[in-house]
Each structure stands twice: as C-alpha cells, then as structure tokens.
C-alpha cells in the first residue's frame, strides 16, 4: 500500500515537471520569437521604409552639367563664398538633369569659408528652400547644414531644376552649387533605431494581457493618478489599464502631425 502511494507521488510529481518544464519551454519561445519579430519590424522600418530615397535614386547617372550653376538675379556671391539674398523673388539656383534622379544635393560652402565670414555676420545654418522641377512647384523643405541627410532633396525633372531660396531679403545663405542626377547615400541612424525599440518596448509593457495592463487604476493612488494625467481622458469608466492604452492611443494620434528630424 505504502509502495502504491510513493509510486503515485512520483508519477504526479512527473507529471508537474514536465507541465512545469513545458511551460517554461513555451514561454522562452513566445520570448524568443517577439525578439526576432521585433528586430524584423526595426530592420524593415530603417533599411526599407526610411532609406525610400536611397532605392529611388540606385539608377542615378552622376553625371551633370549641373557643375555649373545659373544664379538668379536675386542671389549674389561675395567675396568670401556665401550668397546673400538681394531680391527674395529672384534668389534661385539653377542646374540641368537627365531624369535618372528624383533629387538634388545642396553643397553647402566649405568649412575653410564658414571660418572666415566675420563676426556677426547673419549666416544661416538653417535654409528654406523650394524647388522648381521642370517650372513646376514642389514641396517647401528646409535644408539644414548639421543634417547631412537633409541636404537631398526631391525634385523630379527631366531637364531644369531650380531651387528658389525662400528667405527675405539680406540673409546670407551658406550653399557652394546645387548637384542633380545624384544618388542618395544608404544611412541608418542610431537615434531612430532607438526610438523604434523604446516603441516596440512601450508596446510590449502595455500589451493585451500584460501585467502591466492588468494592473488596476486606484485614483486615491499618487502614482495612479501621475498615469492618469499621462493618458488622459480614457473615454469611459474603465479603470483598468486598457484604459491606459486608450489614452495613450490617443496622445500618438494627437502627436502625428508633428515633424522630428532623426
């Protein structure tokens, strides 16, 4: 009888250990498998989706005879290399394309001229610019000379393209010529593939079923109501943490509108 009981014990203690083992298993996999689809999701978002201009531009030529550039007459070149703006409506770069290119690459002045402008002087860093691509008007865009990725800019044409400086009157704009037919260089940005996983991380905290969604809102909590006021109206009395992430749906929503340079 004793006998009979251990062998029981045994076999369900067995039994549990490999439940127990299997659960394991299954949640290490669940893990594993979120961590690739995750690293998926950040590859195709920074190599595919934010590198567009890189694979548009693979056919480019190179070759332009946009070397030399026409100036309009609102632009004039000092003596120390920047351009400054005498008439806003006339202030403009000009330069032939093939059409093997959807874009341009401003080629800001060299470092050796940024050294020497005198002090004061009102250099912009920053640029307004839109071009003209085949007398048709595309988007206003702003060049900036500490983002290397925003010296590309869009201009499909197949013959002129012209890119009119949209600053007023006296501004000094530190650009050398404007290149077409060029090629877009791949780039992959730390910032933004951080950003991606600080999303990805938020959206796996505050997933259906996790521990952090079933935690209960207690308003007489002072933490409790610090996430209240994160996320806002949750539209309803659920004071569970779908209500968070109602909230904070709704924020992203709110938000998307705004532009970030990465």
């Known amino acids: 009888m004793g006998h009979s009981f251990n062998s029981m014990r045994h076999a369900a203690f067995r039994i549990k250990f490999v439940t127990f083992s299997k659960q394991r298993f299954q ?121 290397s990725r925003s010296l590309y800019v869009r201009a499909a044409a197949g013959r002129t393209v012209r890119v009119q400086v949209v600053e007023p009157k006296g501004s000094l704009i530190p650009f050398d010529a404007v290149r077409a037919n060029v090629r877009v260089p791949f780039s992959v940005s730390p910032l933004r593939v951080a950003l991606l996983v600080l999303a990805l991380v938020l959206v796996a905290l505050w997933r259906p079923g996790s521990r952090l969604w079933k935690v209960p809102l207690d308003t007489s909590s002072a933490s409790a109501r610090g996430v209240g006021c994160v996320a806002g109206d949750s539209g309803g009395g659920d004071r569970r943490g779908g209500g968070v992430a109602v909230g904070v749906c709704r924020t992203v929503e709110l938000s998307y509108g705004w532009h970030v340079y990465v």
């Open 27 to 147: 949640a290490r996999h669940r893990v594993c498998a979120a961590i690739v689809a995750a690293f998926v999701v950040v590859v195709l978002v920074e190599c595919v989706l934010c590198n567009v201009p890189f694979f548009r531009s693979l056919a480019a030529s190179g070759d332009s005879a946009a070397a030399y550039n026409t100036l309009g007459p609102g632009l004039e070149r000092r003596d120390d290399g920047l351009l400054e703006v005498t008439d806003p409506t006339q202030a403009y770069l000009q330069v032939a394309a093939d059409g093997s290119s959807e874009y341009v690459r401003i080629v800001p002045v060299s470092d050796e001229v940024m050294g020497g402008v005198p002090a004061g002087s009102r250099v912009l860093r920053t640029v307004r610019v839109r071009p003209d691509a085949d007398r048709r008007a595309c988007e206003l865009t702003s060049v900036s000379l500490d983002s």
